[in-house]
């Protein structure tokens, strides 16, 4: 066994093991990669060592009080077999803060009750839920397992552990991104933690401001609304990493009535631009995807420039009230996107339609990429200087975002690059294994092939599009003072 240095431990406290005859003390150390379980303080010989990844599962017993609910122990693996540690509540909820993201908790329904669903997918659906530890609600995403046999060849694994690599390289950010939190798995069931949104999506307000005299949300909070979206976009690209699927349906609101509280969500098409290959190369919502992405060749690639295209094709939407892409149909739409041929000869209302909102719509709706401006340089903008200030504090916080998380971030994102840099057709059995423990598959959903708009005769080519989560406002699932049992589990499975 490899020396141990204790002095790099993060975390370290005293569990009982419980025996028939007698009771006996170990020291449980935590590190960044595994944790110890011995007899010392500083042993170089732990009974136990357990690794932190997604493949480890761990349990928690509760114990209910009269004023709440606390850990009382937690099980983990080893040889094959399922070892129960006790210990103070207090220690135990430090260590569970330090595990949450590196291994998989088994038992949602001990530690969630869950209370509406608030989304529905063909494969996926969204409950409010309570923790019964801290009282807080939370979103949780169900994704059923036997969608994870549906995709061909394992790019449906390879795109659903490529997301929750990204999700947790950026759980760093939450005034920009939805957090996920922890990771479950019941026996049908896949489950994703992350902060609960009391606010309504980006397309729910657009939906609500039609009712306004301007059929369209104020300027101003236009203006935020975009500031905001480039900021966590810029954000993004500082670590290559491109959303692909930026639209108004996956820009949510954290608090009701505050599009200063603006996050993105659903990283389900996200990827790393420095990979050598994408998976799924022409994917997104029609009428918000670069035309690079369509027309792009097979192993060819783009970059993160593809996202500013996206937030130009939502900036268009809120200043217009129209989508910039028209149809009847998805493929219609489509096709126009493809097409590309945008008329940004608006007639000025001097409100909405301005010089200078023009010009940032030409700049990020350049055709072509390179001439595209980016994210970081649209912040600059005049389009934004009636809120100057606000956007002055958005390139500061972005400016000493990025630089106190660049490092540990571009290790991630380095380690994500080796780890996808694989044969087309040949998955690692190791990292099989860790995605069979991870949560949130992206619903793909493979479109009606189309004939290249050049010509009838090219060779068809292959869309993929997210199946978008419908929302639910459904009745109390659950009364809070009522027995759980395995009310979870039922519900979702």
Known sequence: MDYIEYKDAKLQFVGIRKHFFRDKQYYVTVFQE???????????????????????????????????????????PYKNKFKTLCADPLDLLRFKDILNLKVTYEGIGDIYIPLLQIGKGSSAKVYSAQNVINSKVYAIKAIEK???????????????????????????????FLILREIYEGDHTYYL?????????????????????????????????IAKLLQSVALLHSHKIIHRDLKPDNMMFAKRNDYFTLVLVDFGLATIETLDKYLFP???????????VLTTNVGSKYTTKVDVFSCGCILYKLLTGRSIFNGNS????????????????????????????????????????????????????????????YST???????????????????????????????????????????????QLPKLKK???????????????????????????????????????DFFEGILE
């Open 447 to 485: 479109c009606n092939q189309m004939c290249e708009l050049q010509s009838p005769q090219n060779a068809m080519f292959q869309f993929f599009q997210k199946e978008p989560l419908s929302i639910v406002r459904s009745n109390r699932l659950v009364d809070l003072a009522s027995p759980r049992g």
């Open 330 to 389: 998805f493929d219609e739409v489509l096709r126009a996107n493809k097409k590309c041929e945008i008329d940004l000869k608006l007639p000025m209302d001097h409100h909405y339609i301005t010089e200078d909102s023009i010009n940032l719509l030409n700049q990020l709706l350049r055709k072509d990429p390179k001439l595209r401006t980016s994210a970081r340089k649209a912040l600059q903008h005049p389009f934004f200087d009636q809120i100057s200030e």
């Open 282 to 292: 022409k994917c997104g919502t029609p009428g918000y995807v670069a035309p690079e």
């Open 193 to 225: 933690v992350t902060e609960y949104l009391e606010g309504q999506s980006l397309s729910e307000e657009i939906e609500r401001a039609k009712g306004l005299p301007d059929k369209r949300l104020p300027v101003q909070n236009i203006k935020i609304i």
């Open 146 to 176: 036997s969608f994870l046999n549906q995709t061909d060849k394992g790019s449906g694994l390879e795109a659903y552990n490529m997301e929750v690599s990204i999700l947790k390289i950026i759980s760093a950010y939450s005034s920009n």
């Open 34 to 76: 595994y944790f110890t379980i011995g007899s010392s303080k500083d042993t170089q010989s732990p009974k136990y060592k357990i690794y932190l990844k997604l493949s480890t599962k761990i349990n928690w017993n509760l114990k209910k009080l009269k004023d709440g609910v606390i850990l009382l122990s937690f099980v983990f």
């Open 393 to 439: 504090s958005l390139q500061a916080s972005l400016l000493s975002t990025i630089k106190q998380h660049n490092l540990n971030l571009q290790i991630q994102c380095d380690e994500i690059m080796s780890q996808y840099n694989l044969d087309e057709e040949v998955i690692n059995s190791e990292i099989l294994d860790q995605e069979l423990h991870q949560i």
